[in-house]
């Protein structure tokens, strides 16, 4: 994982080819498929979980592989998604062969709901690395233009909005400082999330603010 993320970390706009990205594309889509079957693994999880009433610990090597896919969405972020990112890239055309994956949104709802599952797993008990990498893709996400717009048409990104109180999130309980500064950045995130959400429609600006804020009461 962390050498496809490397490879295509390695890409350049000017110089990249055709070809270029079509290996990029066969490479990421292995990748892609990962987080796909790793999403599903979690939910089949959580709902052994709540049938329990208790919270299994991810492994080391769990929390290793999904600090890596984190490297590696963000490099295919930067390389990919965003203003200067083409639709119509033959990482899309690989990806839309191999996963049916064939655009943006398909492919930020991947990554939304693979950052989703990270800041459930982790960080009360471990993998505070993994939720601090979980949050940078988030926030950087959130911050452009057409990928930051695009996330409130998400239902994983409209679940959070709602319900996004420790209950939900547990690494928000971490035992030091670094939850203090993980949670603000989780809300500043959110917050850009909605108030971008307002300005394409994608939420009702009388109902939404108030919905946002419930969790907090």
Do not use: W
């Amino acid at each position: 994982v962390k050498v496809t993320g490397a490879a295509v970390g390695g890409r350049l706009s000017a110089s990249s080819s055709d070809a270029q990205e079509g290996a990029d594309g066969e490479l990421s889509a292995r990748v892609f498929r990962l987080m796909i079957y790793a999403i599903d693994v979690d939910q089949t999880r959580r709902a052994r979980d709540a049938a329990t009433g208790a919270l299994a610990p991810r492994s080391r090597s769990s929390m290793r592989l999904d600090s890596a896919v984190m490297e590696f969405a963000q490099a295919f972020r930067r390389a990919y998604i965003g203003e200067h990112a083409v639709a119509t890239s033959k990482v899309y055309v690989r990806l839309g062969e191999k996963l049916g994956i064939s655009d943006h949104l398909v492919v930020l709802n991947v990554l939304a709901s693979k950052v989703a599952c990270n800041l459930r797993d982790y960080g009360a008990v471990g993998g505070d690395e993994v939720v601090g990498k979980s949050l940078a893709l988030l926030a950087d996400l959130a911050s452009g233009h057409s990928s930051g717009r695009l996330l409130g048409k998400l239902s994983t990104i409209r679940e959070m909005l709602g319900n996004h109180d420790a209950s939900h999130f547990p690494f928000m309980k971490g035992p030091d400082t670094r939850m203090g500064r993980n949670r603000t950045s989780f809300y500043q995130t959110l917050a850009r999330i909605m108030f971008a959400g307002f300005g394409t429609g994608a939420f009702d600006i009388e109902t939404a603010f108030e919905a946002f804020m419930h969790p907090l009461d």
